[in-house]
Structures are given as C-alpha cells and as structure tokens.
C-alpha cells in the first residue's frame, strides 16, 4: 500500500515556473514507476509524465520540453517541474504510483492516487 500526497501548487502568472513534489509512504518507493497527471474542468484527466524506478522518464507529447520529471528514492519522493506556465495549464495536478519496472501513461495503469493539488495559471 502507497499513500501519496502532493503538495507545490498555487496561483502563478503565465511565464513562471512551479516545482510539485509528491511524498510517498511505505517502504518499496524505489520499486514503484511514478506518474503525473492533470485534470481541468470539464476534461479527462490527462497523462503528463512518468518515471520509472530506474530513472527511464516519459512525457506526453504536448508536454515535451517544459515539464521535467524527476525523483528521489532516499526521500521517497517524485518531483514535476513547469516552466514557462500557460494559463492552459490550469488543472489539479495528480501523482500516481504502481508496482513495476516500465513507465506507464493511462490512467488504469497506476493502482495508487494522491489528492491532487491545484495549479492556476494567470493571464
């Protein structure tokens, strides 16, 4: 069992950065593929990033070049770092983790969900 939460959002102009980080519970941090999602309003929740317990990373398309994944075993923790922020990236921001050696992208690959933490860009 995993328990995630996230933290890191807030209200930013557009042009800024944001680093979210998700603190994970339990003793197996490191054999489990972590991953970043976002829903806004109105829309599916949509895969940004994932990080396998390797290190091997994964992004969305759309998400190549601002968005950096990254984490840290000893502290049991996974980073997403925005740059340039839009106001398209308005959403509630979501870590995800399952048991596994590859990095994952839908939303049923991952057994394990945070709370979520907001994220609003401003024009």
């Known amino acids: 069992q995993v328990q995630l939460v996230e933290s890191g959002g807030g209200l930013v102009q557009a042009g800024g950065s944001l680093t979210l980080s998700c603190a994970a519970s339990?003793?197996?941090?490191?054999?489990?593929?972590m991953g970043w999602f976002r829903q806004a309003p109105g829309k599916e929740r949509e895969f940004v990033a994932s990080?396998?317990?390797?290190?091997?990373?994964y992004y969305a398309d759309s998400m190549k070049g601002r968005f950096t994944i990254s984490r840290d075993n000893g502290k049991k923790t996974v980073y997403l770092q925005i740059n340039s922020l839009k106001p398209e990236d308005t959403a509630v921001y979501y870590c995800?983790?399952?048991?596994?050696?590859?990095?994952?992208?839908?939303?049923?690959?991952?057994?394990?969900w945070g709370q979520g933490t907001q994220v609003t860009v401003s024009s």
């Open positions: 995800a983790a399952r048991q596994g050696a590859s990095t994952y992208y839908t939303v049923s690959q991952y057994h394990y």
């Open positions: 990080i396998s317990f390797g290190g091997t990373t």
């Open positions: 339990g003793r197996t941090f490191s054999l489990y593929s």
